[in-house]
């Protein structure tokens, strides 16, 4: 038994597939567990994924298992080697160290013979119908099917069709290989399914070695068995499919026997969860590539600003069930706020500035005021930040006009500015709109920030940059990419994005944010965590991914 080191955490909550595990350790009916993590490089993985990856990987962590990464690529028409390279950058983000890296396409050969045995023990056929008249004669849910009426040939006539098959004699869809099961049996999925077709087309790993291609459900289980797996899971939509899995494992006669178990796919409010839908945004360009940080996808989340700590903290909490539901997606916003609250430094940053004269203050002057890095976590020390006559706030921190309760500036009414004085609104100026472009305000000297001054209190609070060494900043905002649920499942979901889905401002940083790199992350006073975008931030252009307000909406 190969042992490892791992940096698995201590212990994940309970769950039935965890219970199972444990039964069998120590029934002695497995000494060690192998899991994997099954993609089908045709995309990119999304959050649902990460889901199973963290599934698999912690099981096989907390029980001194192994856990194989493996290419389920036995689809040659819509898989990509540029999926193969995204996925394992993804799955090794989120802090996962596969044992074994497989492609299913390495088992061609194999999957080749038991196929070979299937049909020497007369348990499997090559049919000649179309897939129509297959899929026409495989009866319903309350009728039995039909029998093909190539059903019943020799082995020795089935094994040269069959190699003949191989040898790329028939096109596309002119034969099939059929296992020979009952076409009477309440489970459809043992109605003689089909188990290897013909595909003439370029394989991203095999290249044009083949041109027949096992099927899904016959392949998977030679798969696991192939690697010695223990304990394969999969989702619910798979349940019906696990006694066709039983029975390719008995009767190809593989040496080592996996179990299939079941467990209930992540579904997110909002959030579409299927490949096909997202590469259908990515292919229509109605989002900025797989990694738009509007999408679900791991790199999306990545670029976004969401921490692999925050993922698979979601993924651990909301639990493996056994019956479908879905989950709010405020509950990944609350898993980031949390990662964030003590790691991220706090600074300001203007998102839609206004300009303030402190007309008061002298002309020339700059003075450096103390500002703490994180007010909940000390340990993050403190930085110094310029103040001088001229300023920026946010434009909705002034109102000519207020309500009752605005408790920030208007005119006559004095606020804090936060670690620095007390600012009071004597005049304002408008454009020729009638917008209100700059304000005339006047500081008071014995506020300062930290100086202990009792005075007098003011009600609000309000955040500023130093106009003349701000950094000017672009700043990307983001809602749901989808706006309503129902229609999620329709075929028209193109239809229902959110229109204000993406929002760009241009507005100001505090001057040491010229040192911020690529994918740094912030707390900017009362808007919330924002991650530098790796994309578009440039040496004097600083771009900043919304990744989660500070409102918390949700708590567990
Ligand atoms: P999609 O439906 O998004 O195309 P898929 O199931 O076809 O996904 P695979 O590449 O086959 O994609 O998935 C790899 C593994 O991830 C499978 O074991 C699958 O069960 C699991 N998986 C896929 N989607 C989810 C999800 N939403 N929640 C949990 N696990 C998932
Ligand atoms: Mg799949």
Not at 364 to 372: W, Y
Not at 429 to 438: M, P, S, T
Request: aromatic fraction near 10%; include cysteine.
């Amino acid at each position: 038994m190969e042992t490892k080191t791992t940096t698995a955490p201590t212990s994940t909550p309970s769950n039935f597939i965890k219970n199972i595990v444990n039964e069998d350790l120590k029934s002695g009916k497995v000494s060690q567990i192998i899991t994997r993590f099954p993609p089908e490089p045709n995309g990119y993985l999304h959050i649902g994924h990460a889901k199973s990856i963290c599934l698999n990987f912690d099981l096989a962590d907390e029980f001194n298992g192994l856990t194989n990464l493996r290419f389920d690529d036995t689809n040659p028409a819509k898989e990509d080697i540029e999926y193969v390279e995204s996925i394992k950058e993804d799955v090794a983000w989120l802090g996962y160290t596969w044992d074994g890296l497989f492609f299913a396409s390495n088992y061609f050969e194999e999957m080749y013979s038991r196929a070979v045995l299937l049909i020497r023990k007369g348990l499997a056929y090559v049919d000649e119908q179309t897939a129509e008249q297959i899929r026409e004669t495989r009866g319903t849910l309350t009728e039995p099917g039909k029998e093909s009426p190539y059903r019943n040939r020799s082995a020795e006539e089935n094994l040269a069709l069959f190699e003949r098959m191989r040898a790329g004699e028939f096109k596309d869809g002119e034969r099939v290989l059929r296992a020979k099961i009952d076409m009477s049996s309440p489970n459809i999925n043992f109605r003689d399914p089909v188990i290897y077709r013909v595909v003439h087309a370029h394989h991203h790993n095999t290249g044009d070695q083949w041109c027949i291609y096992p099927m899904y459900a016959f392949a998977h289980p030679l798969e696991d068995a192939i690697e010695g797996v223990t304990h394969s899971i999969c989702t619910l939509e798979f349940e019906d499919q696990r006694p066709f899995y039983d029975w390719v494992v008995r009767e190809c006669e593989m040496p080592s026997v996996p179990r299939q178990y079941e467990f209930a796919r992540l579904n997110l409010t909002n959030t579409v969860m299927s490949k096909r839908k997202l590469k259908q945004l990515v292919d229509e360009k109605a989002v900025d590539g797989w990694d738009d940080p509007r999408m679900p996808t791991i790199s999306g989340l990545r670029r976004r600003g969401f921490t692999p700590e925050s993922i698979r903290t979601f993924a651990r909490e909301i639990g493996v069930a056994k019956s479908n539901s879905t989950v709010d997606a405020k509950m990944l916003d609350h898993f980031i706020r949390e990662d964030l609250k003590l790691k991220a430094l706090r600074t300001m940053g203007i998102l839609n500035p206004l300009k303030v004269v402190i007309t008061n203050y002298p002309e020339d002057q700059v003075e450096m005021l103390v500002a703490e890095n994180n007010t909940e976590n000390p340990e993050m020390g403190t930085r110094e930040i310029p103040f001088s006559r001229e300023i920026y706030i946010e434009q909705d921190d002034f109102m000519e006009n207020p309500p009752n309760k605005y408790f920030r500036l208007f005119p006559g009414n004095e606020v804090r500015l936060k670690n620095a004085y007390f600012i009071k609104c004597n005049d304002f100026i408008k454009d020729e709109n009638g917008k209100v472009i700059e304000l005339h305000c006047t500081y008071d000297p014995e506020t300062k920030s930290g100086s202990g001054f009792t005075g007098r209190k003011v009600k609000g609070t309000i955040h500023w940059v130093d106009a003349k060494s701000a950094v000017p900043a672009e700043f990307r905002l983001y809602e749901p990419l989808i706006l309503d649920d129902e229609e999620n499942e329709g075929a028209s979901f193109l239809e229902n994005l959110n229109p204000n889905s993406l929002q760009i401002v241009q507005g100001f940083v505090e001057e040491n944010m010229k040192q911020a790199k690529p994918h740094d992350k912030f707390q900017f006073f009362r808007h919330g965590y924002f991650n530098v975008d790796p994309k578009y931030t440039t040496a004097d252009h600083l771009v900043f991914n919304l990744v989660v307000s500070l409102k918390s909406s949700f708590e567990v």
